[in-house]
């Protein structure tokens, strides 16, 4: 494994077998339109409902894509993106909707991020750091049609193209998951306390084949105290 992180890291574009990446998170260095991470999942029906999960670290106070996935027919399919006007939201798009949940985040506070849907009901919901957000509709009946682009740290406007360098991601992303059916509440819980028995259907963490393309690296994640305890009432302050 290390020798693959390090041929990663050294080859532009370079691909590896699926990985186990726990502990690891991907770093994009600086703001640009080619540092991004493909991931290169197998779906082969539409998906219908999901619930994807991921943690970021970012200074950044500026809009910015932490998860963009397209399909060939339908643009902003799968979006987790982060906007700073008017106000501090965390958007989720489906089918190519986009529903707004405000979110006060900390610039400094690592953050566990997941959103559900449900196309039956059309139920999406929020979950901040292991927090749930108020739930809110949209794209009852939709479908988010295959084959799809997965991508970190950029946002599509064409399929696994197009890329908004003023709204690339500069910082940390890990424990990418996404499951093709929402999961409970407790399940919710248990994925933001890094229960390791916990792992996405369709995207997992632990079982990852991606492609590097530019400057990201691999690195090991830095949790403070608090976070290594996994003490959820624990209040860190930097």
Not at 151 to 170: A, C, N, P, T, Y
Request: with cysteine; proline share 3%.
């Amino acid at each position: 494994m290390a020798l693959c992180f390090l041929f990663l890291i050294s080859i532009l574009g370079a691909v590896c077998q699926a990985t186990n990446m726990d502990g690891q998170v991907f770093l994009f260095p600086s703001e640009s339109i080619v540092n991004y991470v493909t991931l290169n999942q197998e779906l082969n029906v539409p998906l219908k409902s999901f619930t994807v999960c991921l943690r970021a670290f970012t200074e950044l106070t500026r809009d910015y894509s932490l998860l963009s996935v397209n399909s060939l027919k339908r643009d902003n399919a799968l979006v987790l993106f982060h906007l700073t006007n008017p106000e501090r939201v965390i958007a989720i798009y489906v089918d190519g909707q986009e529903m707004r949940f405000r979110a006060t985040l900390n610039a400094l506070e690592r953050r566990h991020i997941c959103g559900t849907w449900d196309s039956s009901s059309g139920v999406t919901q929020l979950w901040l750091n292991g927090k749930p957000l108020a739930r809110k509709v949209m794209k009852r009946g939709a479908a988010i049609q295959t084959p799809l682009k997965v991508i970190l740290g950029q946002e599509q406007d064409s399929f696994g193209g197009s890329f908004d360098k003023s709204q690339s991601f500069v910082g940390e992303i890990s424990d990418v998951h996404v499951w093709d059916h929402v999961l409970s509440p407790a399940d919710i819980q248990q994925v933001f306390l890094n229960n390791k028995h916990l792992n996405g259907n369709v995207i997992s963490w632990r079982d990852l084949p991606f492609e590097i393309n530019g400057d990201v690296l691999i690195e090991p994640v830095q949790k403070s105290v608090c976070e290594e305890q996994a003490l959820t009432v624990c209040q860190c302050k930097i």
